[in-house]
């Protein structure tokens, strides 16, 4: 299988696309996803009804995946053993969000209740996966949106 081929299926697995003449960085996104090594987050779509919906800008929905991707990496590296040592991860990781509510502002969007449902929905994903059982709105308690 020739290489662009192998990257055309990464961008179409991870819905890896770009709007409003904004270049997607999903390509590396989606390579160091495939680095996770919990076998769950191999295949997920993180954001999947952000990237669905044309009011968020794809290119800032590739942002928020990259937090989120960054997150399992930390929460591997780190192996957390108590939930307060796995919120304080996620809560850095909502301070990144929080950081980029300006960036949808300036798009004519914003993280509103279905951003911070779709969002929250990811970061219980995250959880469970790696077979924590958490308060959805401990996990994102330090957001602002």
Known sequence: MNNYFLIFL???????????????????????????????????????????????????????????????????????????????LTHAATSRFNDLDDEFAENESEIETAARECIAEDFDFIAKSFGFEADVEELIATREW
């Open 10 to 88: 990464v961008l179409i697995a991870f819905g890896c696309t770009s709007n409003r003449n904004k270049p997607a960085k999903s390509i590396k996104t989606a390579m160091t996803q495939l680095n996770i090594k919990n076998d769950q987050f191999k295949s997920y779509t993180f954001l999947k009804n952000m990237y669905e919906d044309p009011y968020f800008p794809n290119f800032l929905v590739d942002k928020g995946k990259a937090i989120l991707v960054e997150l399992c990496l930390k929460i591997e590296a780190q192996n957390p053993k108590k939930l307060q040592e796995l919120y304080s």
